[in-house]
């Protein structure tokens, strides 16, 4: 089935999923990296019980979306902003999962009242420093410690990602746990997540490596907002077994962010979002008609 799309004022064109209550609170999802909009299918039934609209789209050079020469990361709330025009969504909350926490984060920096409430689930803070790959796991240093000193070891790495993962998409989610935590594993255990996972970072690299080379530039720039300045109710959510964002990342967003509230999951690994959807769709439902500005 095709993805849905909108056209932006540039020209590019953004894919999209639509999925959930139809009728339901809007929660825009900034999917993982590499991830796609497909990420939508893994937790689309939790958010038609929890009474959310879903919709993930496809950042520029992943999926279907076009990319965007020279993109930064505060370019992104400009095309939530149109994609949400487009829905005829005037507020909406928004939620970062993995590499895509940071994506949410410039959301709620960069669209002000707009914004509802947001949420991150095993997001990175900013890793624009010397030692925030602490802990990471092996790729995940290499990626993002890589790209600081040696951006020619990430982009290799990520090329030789997007080879991988034009395996079977069962295939590709069960290479990708292997250097998870134990809790992550399971998750991937079960077939039906294990295809929808793999299917949506197969979908990430429909276009090639390029998308994926630009985000990790992206993410190991200094952030161009301080999280200091979000006030709106923020809820993050962690797994304290998680390999490839060490729970710490959480913990200093927090202290940071004056709206927020952590909520570190025993036991949990990265990959929590798959089996807390429900619970994690129903907050931000409930964050999103509450929510005040922390700061007054």
């Given at each position: 089935m095709a993805a849905r799309t909108v056209h932006l004022a540039d020209g590019r064109t953004l894919a999209f999923e639509k999925t959930g209550d139809a009728a339901g609170t809007p929660v825009f999802l900034a999917h993982g990296f590499p991830g796609s909009r497909l990420e939508a299918r893994v937790v689309g039934d939790a958010a038609r019980e929890a009474g959310v609209q879903l919709v993930c789209p496809d950042r520029p050079g992943f999926g279907e979306s076009d990319p965007h020469e020279g993109r930064q990361l505060g370019d992104w709330p400009a095309d939530v902003a149109a994609l949400a025009d487009s829905l005829g969504f005037s507020r909406f909350?928004?939620?970062?999962?993995?590499?895509?926490?940071?994506?949410?984060?410039?959301?709620?920096?960069?669209?002000?009242?707009r914004v509802s409430a947001c949420?991150?689930?095993?997001?990175?803070?900013?890793?624009?420093?010397?030692?925030?790959?602490?802990?990471?796991s092996l790729l995940n240093r290499a990626i993002f410690g890589g790209g600081r000193?040696?951006?020619?070891?990430?982009?290799?790495?990520?090329?030789?990602?997007?080879?991988?993962?034009?395996?079977?998409?069962?295939?590709?989610?069960?290479?990708?746990?292997?250097?998870?935590?134990?809790?992550?594993?399971?998750?991937?255990?079960?077939?039906?997540?294990?295809?929808?996972?793999?299917q949506a970072v197969r979908e990430a690299f429909r276009q090639g490596p390029a998308g994926a080379v630009v985000e990790a530039s992206l993410l190991v720039r200094p952030w161009p907002f301080a999280p200091e300045s979000i006030g709106i109710t923020t809820l993050i959510w962690h797994g304290d077994q998680d390999r490839n964002v060490?729970?710490?990342?959480?913990?200093?967003?927090s202290d940071r962010m004056v709206g927020s509230r952590l909520q570190v999951v025993e036991g949990a690994g990265h990959l929590l979002f798959f089996e807390h959807a429900a619970t994690i769709f129903a907050e931000m439902r409930i964050a999103a008609a509450t929510s005040v500005d922390a700061r007054g």
């Amino acid at each position: 089935m095709a993805a849905r799309t909108v056209h932006l004022a540039d020209g590019r064109t953004l894919a999209f999923e639509k999925t959930g209550d139809a009728a339901g609170t809007p929660v825009f999802l900034a999917h993982g990296f590499p991830g796609s909009r497909l990420e939508a299918r893994v937790v689309g039934d939790a958010a038609r019980e929890a009474g959310v609209q879903l919709v993930c789209p496809d950042r520029p050079g992943f999926g279907e979306s076009d990319p965007h020469e020279g993109r930064q990361l505060g370019d992104w709330p400009a095309d939530v902003a149109a994609l949400a025009d487009s829905l005829g969504f005037s507020r909406f909350a928004v939620l970062g999962f993995s590499g895509g926490g940071p994506f949410a984060v410039a959301c709620a920096a960069g669209l002000g009242s707009r914004v509802s409430a947001c949420g991150l689930v095993s997001s990175p803070g900013p890793l624009d420093r010397a030692g925030t790959t602490a802990g990471m796991s092996l790729l995940n240093r290499a990626i993002f410690g890589g790209g600081r000193r040696a951006p020619i070891v990430a982009n290799l790495l990520l090329r030789l990602i997007a080879r991988s993962a034009g395996a079977e998409p069962a295939v590709v989610a069960q290479r990708l746990g292997q250097g998870m935590a134990p809790a992550d594993r399971r998750t991937l255990s079960d077939p039906a997540v294990a295809q929808a996972y793999g299917q949506a970072v197969r979908e990430a690299f429909r276009q090639g490596p390029a998308g994926a080379v630009v985000e990790a530039s992206l993410l190991v720039r200094p952030w161009p907002f301080a999280p200091e300045s979000i006030g709106i109710t923020t809820l993050i959510w962690h797994g304290d077994q998680d390999r490839n964002v060490p729970v710490g990342h959480a913990r200093r967003l927090s202290d940071r962010m004056v709206g927020s509230r952590l909520q570190v999951v025993e036991g949990a690994g990265h990959l929590l979002f798959f089996e807390h959807a429900a619970t994690i769709f129903a907050e931000m439902r409930i964050a999103a008609a509450t929510s005040v500005d922390a700061r007054g």
